[in-house]
């Protein structure tokens, strides 16, 4: 039996925070504003695994309102929906990101991204993909006020 998923997150761009994107942190003027670390490509990743289960959303499972998540690495949220996932007895197929951006560039880290998310799922690598975007200068994204992210998976019934 197979489940899909999707997710899409957004947080704004700040000055004095760290920009912390699939669990890698990368060098920028700005980085994202959020109760954990903000990752937004993470948590679009987790609402898809999420959603694919039925399970809600990473705000029911991991609400701002809870002290024990501030600051919080979201690897570890990451971890913790793996773990539901293959309680349920599911694994991963696949999973694909965008993450939407003018600034800064990800081609760099686009391989460290894939890399740091297949270790926390325990998945192959060739099984997680990671893109990059722009929106041509248009909306928030645009502005560069903020950075999107949206995520899809493919889950199988161990």
């Known amino acids: 039996m ?3 998923g999707q ?6 761009l700040v000055e004095d925070r760290e920009l912390w994107i699939c669990g890698v942190k990368i060098p920028h003027t700005h980085g994202l504003l959020g109760h954990s670390d903000a990752d937004v490509a993470i948590h679009a990743l987790c609402d898809a695994l999420l959603g694919a289960l039925a399970l809600g959303d990473i705000g029911k499972h991991f609400p701002d309102s809870d002290p024990r998540y501030k600051g ?5 949220l990451l971890g913790h929906v ?3 996932i293959r309680e349920m007895g599911y694994d991963l197929v696949n999973c ?4 939407c951006a003018e600034a800064p560039k990800f081609r760099p880290y686009i391989d460290a ?3 740091t998310l297949a270790e926390v799922m325990a998945a192959d690598v060739s099984n997680v ?3 990059a975007t722009t929106t041509e200068r248009l ?4 502005r560069r006020e903020g950075i999107a992210a949206m995520a899809v998976c493919l889950l199988q019934k161990a």
Do not use: P
């Open 2 to 4: 197979f489940r899909i």
């Open 7 to 12: 997710g899409y997150d957004v947080h704004r």
């Open 72 to 76: 919080i690495d979201s690897k570890i």
């Open 82 to 84: 793996m773990g539901l």
């Open 96 to 99: 694909d990101i965008t993450i």
């Open 113 to 115: 991204m894939r890399a």
């Open 129 to 131: 993909s990671v893109k």
């Open 139 to 142: 909306g928030f994204t645009g």
